[in-house]
């Protein structure tokens, strides 16, 4: 009797497919029934652990969302970008604006959050037909303080320093009120904006994303408009930190400036490197990684504050510095990021026992 051994495909419908085996959608389906399941377990976890296992979760959704933005313009178009903090605040922002002052709905202002937050982008994206590398970074830095200063100046609008309180969201009568109607809501943006950033990377703009970050000038010469896919990986981008905005301004419900500082923006750009620069994975892992981390951190200084009373004031003060040496250890010895470790893994897994 023989057996298929390997992928044969018969079309280019097969080949495109993103799930090529019922392996992968096995695991696929499994992570989706973990991720639903997180809240009847997370709980009871969470207090063992002494924290809040759904808001990490929330948070780490919310961050997920904003990353796969910053991914599709760092990782895929080669646009370093150091003003996604403020970007967020502008979403975070609008979406409060026109919750509370104009009373709009959640299924209204969300959307706008992101449009809104893709037009500014794409205003301090316009340096980027002239500036790439460094130069570009220190442009869009700079749009990182004019917001910043914005967002605390601009009494009027934003509240100034004493912030915005911004009502749960709401799709008709049922409210997102508690960490766990809350969760699921992140869950189902989540899921979407992955499934919509694994499609947009395969589609003629996502190529051309690709062709401009790898060589830029070869792409204009078969005819690729580096300013218009410049401006459109911004917009998307921007779009994408906008609507993360909305949603952490719902979830907080509470805005204040700063929130959207530049170390939020370093976050992002940490976020994206660690988990792998140009791989959709990469944001996953990325946000994973920088919003658990600290949690896994405080642990044990939680557990030797019994035995040593000055042990979480010391390691309070030191775990900015062990947060910074961990990430310095990632870039020397993992540069690609943590996607790339996981494609060694799985490809090992893939040929083992075997050596060939």
């Known amino acids: 009797m023989a057996y298929q051994c390997g992928l044969f495909h018969e079309s280019y419908k097969q080949d495109e497919r993103l799930y090529q085996t019922w392996w992968v959608r096995g695991w696929l389906i499994f992570l989706l029934v973990f991720l639903v399941s997180v809240p009847i377990w997370g709980q009871a976890v969470g207090s063992a652990l002494n924290t809040n ?35 967020m605040g502008v979403g975070a922002y609008t979406a409060g604006i026109l919750a509370v002052r104009y009373h ?3 299924y209204v202002t969300l959307p ?25 970074a220190i442009a869009t830095m700079a749009a990182q303080f004019i917001l910043d200063y914005a967002m605390r100046n601009w009494d009027s609008l934003t509240g100034g320093s004493s912030g ?39 589609t003629r703009p996502g190529r ?8 830029y000038l070869a792409a204009e010469v078969i005819g690729v408009n580096l300013f218009y ?22 979830y907080i ?8 500082t530049m170390w939020l923006s370093v976050q992002y750009l940490a976020m994206c490197i660690i988990g ?23 642990i044990p200084s939680e557990m030797l504050s019994g035995v040593y009373p000055n042990m979480f004031e010391i390691f309070g003060t030191l775990q900015q510095g062990v947060f910074g040496f961990i990430i310095m250890l990632f870039l020397i010895f993992e540069p690609d990021g943590l996607a790339a470790r996981w494609l060694t893994i799985r490809s090992y897994f893939k040929l083992w026992p075997f050596s060939y």
Not at 117 to 125: E, I, K, L, N, S
Not at 208 to 215: M, P
Not at 253 to 260: A, L, M, N, P, V
Request: net charge positive; no cysteine; glycine share 12%.
């Open 276 to 298: 792998g620069l140009g791989h959709v994975k990469g944001a996953i892992f990325g946000a994973i990684f920088m919003v658990a981390l600290p949690e896994l951190l405080r």
């Open 164 to 202: 915005l309180n911004v009502p749960f969201a709401a799709i008709g009568k049922f409210e997102f009120n508690t960490d766990t109607r809350f969760y699921y809501l992140a869950l189902v943006m989540v899921i979407l904006f992955t499934w919509i950033t694994t499609n947009i990377v395969r």
């Open 208 to 215: 051309a994303f690709v062709a401009i970050r790898d060589r």
């Open 53 to 87: 296992l759904i808001n990490l979760f929330v948070i780490i959704f919310i961050y997920i969302i904003g990353a796969h933005g910053l991914n599709l313009l760092t990782g895929f178009t080669g646009q370093i970008s150091l003003g996604h903090g403020a970007f």
């Open 104 to 106: 709009l709905p959640f």
């Open 253 to 260: 419900t509470i805005i204040s400036d700063e929130h959207f």
């Open 229 to 250: 896919y410049r401006i459109m990986s911004f917009g998307i981008s921007s779009f994408y930190v906008g609507i993360a905005g909305g949603m952490w301004a719902y």
């Open 112 to 136: 706008a959050a992101g449009l809104v937050t893709a037009a500014v982008g794409m205003v301090f994206g316009t340096p980027s037909l002239r500036l790439k590398g460094l130069y570009l």
